[in-house]
């Protein structure tokens, strides 16, 4: 892969409790002040073509490409803010941090281009370095030079420097043949319906013309552990750490695991300007990128609602007809869309009675399972390495904590007896060495993404162990930071309950539903129910818990929009067919 941090991989976690938000987008104000007039105010006010329940960069994306097709469209956001996950705020005075989501990279470029966002102040940051300290005072630092890259990991294995290469070109070669699978729903394996058949032919026809190493490669990555695909390359533990640190991230896997291998490639196809492997940070964080595209939305006309909890989605004939809000209000239209989770999507916001057994089963045995947490320093400075002296240009992109894949799997070990690591893996970033603007002038903010921190402690609770946790996490960078404690101003502790609290995903669960292979493309969110309908008519579903599932992406919501945009126009066909041969009958009769 073309990107020294090729397999780099960053993702999604918590909330922010007192905290600010960034004043950004009208969408984020100005719309939440609007008056409710009765109770049926979406009936008295306006007529909706589509509601979409959720605000973050899912729901948006949907909304955006609805309106963009003509359809007067609602967003309605439970929340203060717009972009669920996807936040940046204040935690003290000036020091503003990317609360959970923390960067960008499966963002499908069609999505930059279609929904015009560069136009509204779209600026990604490309982070060109991924830093690996070692528990013997060493490290591993990969930048944008391969010359530089090759020298660096021939420090620590001159047969790795060049398998190195080798990997990354294999591994290029599965991510372009997998990459397509991204932009498309999936084909209904269960349909009869001849346009579902000639999806699946192609399908099998697309995998089957594969040289035969790739695709003996994509198998073993999809279905196998990520510490066997990687010791067939590499002998230094330091470069398989960081490697595999991708396999682990939001799902209760340790390097060897099976299934491991799919969340690796999941991430290793992560992406900027072009270029497999390069992950981004968006100017202001994930929260600055959220703002824009409620920016965007809003230019093709829609409505954002912020502070409008929605309770209910309100049904007649087995068809949706609108939503109730928590206070009663009542929003009306043909088309609603849920952005939540399939739990909330399926479980709550609609009586399961009304639903297949089978899938209120499927529903119900989808793992969540989360298993991260975050935590957010602000610091009176940047932290120093001692075999680095008092460089700090190593902190332009990734510090990855996690130097061998049996620290890894260790840390794992902790999360299978239902307690958080002692020893945890951490994907930080000091955003402000990125984006300036995110500290005062000589502070700093460093987020760090914290594996494993399971939703379901054994002997404790996290209202008990959110503080012990920041304990842990703290201590651990000292170890490899010494004097870090010394420069700690404050100190934000985000668990798996807060995430679940906040932001409304079930279980903490980052991605909405666990990267497993059985909760994967045709399986997503559950048999039969992959292509983003739901068995009620004119429901339809949009998160993160659809194909082709999490980080900020936005592939749900533009692919559900797509979706709905198809079923119209396939029911307004009949309805015009109909009028225009009304229009004759009754020209015939004129005449």
């Not at 509601?51 to 490409?65: F, W």
């Not at 073993?220 to 960081?242: H, N, P, Q, V």
């Not at 899938?359 to 975050?374: H, M, N, Y």
């Not at 949009?542 to 559900?560: D, E, I, R, W, Y």
């Amino acid at each position: 892969m073309p990107k020294s941090t090729a397999p780099a991989t960053k993702r999604a976690t918590s909330k922010s409790v007192g905290a600010k938000a960034a004043p950004k987008a009208s969408a984020t104000r100005g719309a939440a002040a609007r008056p409710a007039g009765s109770k049926r105010d979406g009936a008295a006010d306006h007529a909706w073509d589509a509601i979409v329940i959720g605000g973050g960069h899912n729901g948006l994306t949907n909304a955006a490409y609805l309106a963009k097709a003509g359809l007067r469209t609602l967003v309605l956001e439970r929340r203060h803010l717009v972009g669920g996950a996807a936040i940046t705020e204040e935690l003290r005075p000036g020091y503003w941090f990317t609360t959970f989501s923390y960067a960008l990279s499966l963002l499908r470029p069609d999505i930059i281009h279609e929904l015009e966002l560069t136009r509204h102040g779209f600026m990604p940051i490309l982070m060109p370095t991924t830093f690996c300290p070692m528990e013997n005072g060493d490290y591993l630092l990969l930048g944008q030079d391969h010359g530089e890259n090759h020298r660096e990991i021939a420090r620590h294995s001159r047969h790795d420097a060049d398998a190195y290469d080798a990997f990354n070109h294999d591994v290029l070669k599965v991510c372009q043949a997998i990459k397509p699978l991204l932009d498309a729903a999936p084909p209904d394996i269960f349909s009869d319906d001849p346009e579902e058949l000639v999806a699946l032919a192609m399908l099998g026809s697309r995998f089957r013309r594969l040289d035969r190493k790739v695709l003996h490669d994509a198998v073993r990555l999809l279905t196998g552990s990520a510490a066997d695909f990687l010791d067939d390359y590499f002998e230094s533990d330091i470069l398989k750490g960081y490697i595999a640190s991708s396999s682990i991230i939001g799902t209760k896997v340790g390097p060897y695991s099976q299934g491991s291998g799919l969340v690796l490639l999941y991430h290793l196809m992560g992406e900027h300007d072009g270029e497999f492997g390069a992950w981004a940070f968006h100017k202001r964080g994930n929260g600055g990128f959220t703002q824009l595209l409620a920016k965007a939305a809003e230019s093709f006309g829609v409505e954002i609602r912020l502070e409008s909890p929605v309770e209910s989605v309100i049904t007649s004939g087995g068809r949706a007809t609108g939503v109730a809000l928590a206070d009663g209000r009542e929003f009306h239209a043909p088309i609603v869309v849920s952005a939540l989770d399939p739990r909330r999507t399926f479980l709550e916001l609609v009586d399961p009675r009304q639903l297949p057994t089978d899938l209120v089963d499927a529903i119900t045995r989808f793992r969540f399972q989360g298993t991260s947490a975050k935590v957010n320093f602000a610091l009176d400075g940047v932290p120093r390495y001692p075999a680095l002296g008092d460089r700090t240009d190593q902190y332009r992109g990734f510090t990855n904590i996690g130097p061998s894949m049996e620290y890894l799997e260790r840390a794992f070990d902790d999360a299978k007896y239902g307690a958080f690591s002692t020893r945890p893996y951490l994907d930080c970033a000091i955003q402000s060495q990125v984006d300036p603007d995110m500290a005062p002038p000589g502070k700093a903010v460093m987020s760090c993404f914290v594996q494993y921190a399971p939703y379901h402690l054994r002997e404790s609770d996290w209202d008990t162990q959110r503080q012990p946790l920041g304990d842990t996490v703290q201590a651990t960078l000292e170890s490899f930071f010494p004097g870090f404690g010394d420069l700690v101003l404050q100190r934000e502790v985000q668990t798996p309950l807060d995430i679940e609290r906040t932001v409304g995903l079930s279980e903490g669960n980052i991605f909405a539903g666990e990267f497993l292979a059985p909760q994967m493309y045709f399986f997503r969110p559950a048999p039969g129910w992959s292509q983003y309908r739901t068995p009620i008519e004119g429901y339809y579903q949009c998160g993160s818990g659809t194909h082709p599932g999490g980080c900020v992406m936005g592939a749900p919501g533009k692919l559900a929009a797509e979706r709905i945009i198809r079923d119209r126009g396939r029911a307004v066909a009949p309805d015009r067919a109909n009028a225009v041969a009304r229009d004759r009958q009754g020209a015939v009769a004129r005449a």
